[in-house]
């Protein structure tokens, strides 16, 4: 057990319909990013947040993808109108601090999503 | 922008055998470099990582990795490997200071099968 906790771990959708990924980092971390792996390649970054801020969302898709980190309760990765290409393995991982040399960031078992 | 190249897709060794997974990255600047590992169905792990001085880190389960600035390069080594380090392993590097410092940019990964 990592510590970050995401879920669901499997989740299934039909094109069209809503995907909401949750995460719930390790305890005393304030900082959130979500990566997404498409199959046969590595984690591309998505989005970083911290409490109730997007810092960078420079890696999400402009359109059907928003993500949130509210003050209280998980860090939500919001898919909206999924298509097929949308199936991938998102993870996400936290950090105490982005830039502290010493705290790398870590992860959680991820959301698999497959789109029928 | 940076990026990180694995050369090996599929790396297949018999129990005992010697490991050495290469990772060479493209970046301008000073980087932070990471090895994780992903065992089937679970989060990634973080193997070891190289911020500063000795190029030559150790990890957990008996990895170590070297960093040759010269090269771009940080290969992932293990004298003996083991059939339950059978898992896919990602090289990530992150830049060390700067925009998108907190971005961690992945390798496509490489699966390892050890046979008992």
Request: overall charge positive.
């Amino acid at each position: 057990n990592a510590g970050v906790m995401q879920n669901p771990r499997h989740l299934v959708r039909r094109r069209g319909q809503e995907a909401r990924l949750r995460c719930s980092p390790m305890k005393g971390h304030s900082h959130v990013y979500w990566y997404r792996q498409l199959p046969e390649e590595g984690l591309k970054f998505m989005v970083y947040l911290q409490k109730e801020n997007i810092i960078d969302e420079s890696g999400m898709p402009k359109e059907r993808f928003s993500a949130e980190f509210p003050k209280e309760g998980p860090s939500i990765l919001r898919i909206q109108q999924v298509v097929r290409g949308d199936s991938a393995a998102y993870f996400c991982a936290s950090s105490l601090d982005s830039r502290v040399d010493n705290q790398p960031q870590h992860f959680g078992d991820g959301t698999r999503l497959s789109i029928l | 922008a940076q990026s990180v190249s694995q050369h090996n897709h599929h790396v297949i060794l018999s129990e005992a055998a010697s490991l050495e997974l290469g990772c060479n990255y493209s970046y301008g600047g000073t980087v932070n470099l990471f090895w994780y590992v992903q065992y089937p169905g679970q989060h990634l792990q973080l193997l070891l990582k190289y911020f500063s001085g000795d190029p030559l880190v150790k990890g957990i389960k008996g990895f170590e990795a070297e960093f040759i600035k010269s090269k771009f390069s940080f290969n992932l080594r293990k004298p003996s490997v083991q059939w339950s380090d059978t898992a896919e392993y990602f090289c990530a590097v992150r830049p060390y200071s700067g925009a998108g410092s907190y971005q961690l940019t992945f390798g496509k990964g490489t699966k390892l099968s050890v046979i008992p």
